[in-house]
């Protein structure tokens, strides 16, 4: 069943910028966390950046300094501002309400889990 739904991928040049946008449904439990992970072919999802229910933020290493996770409450919408893109950063990028209290537990969560919240939307870094 799909719980949200991911938009704002796309094909980018490296140094480029893209914003995606996640909106649950009304059936998704947000109670825990919000955030971002992301897939890319032959390799382990990985969780990107998260918020959890205190708004208190984490990030994956790899992406620190370079994207912005951020939450719109009145619009129940959760952003994810990248810049800086690298080709490394070419994967399908899925939002997830995952269960959780602490924004680095929400990353953690995300990366083990076998849940796809969402169809992703996938975004291109070239070179």
């Known amino acids: 069943q799909v719980q949200v739904a991911e938009s704002g991928g796309g094909s980018v040049q490296a140094g480029g910028s893209l914003t995606l946008s996640c909106t649950p449904s009304s059936s998704a439990d947000s109670s825990g966390g919000m955030g971002w992970f992301r897939q890319a072919p032959g390799k382990k999802r990985e969780g990107v950046a998260a918020?959890?229910?205190?708004?208190?933020?984490g990030y994956e290493d790899s992406v620190k300094g370079r994207f912005t996770i951020s939450k719109d409450n009145a619009k129940n919408t959760l952003y994810l501002q990248m810049h800086s893109l690298k080709p490394e950063d070419t994967a399908t990028y899925y939002c997830?309400?995952?269960?959780?209290?602490?924004?680095?537990?929400?990353?953690?969560?995300?990366?083990?889990?076998?849940?796809?919240w969402g169809q992703g939307t996938p975004v291109t870094v070239s070179s």
């Open positions: 918020i959890d229910n205190n708004g208190r933020i």
């Open positions: 997830g309400t995952p269960i959780c209290v602490t924004a680095i537990q929400c990353l953690r969560v995300m990366t083990e889990s076998h849940i796809n």
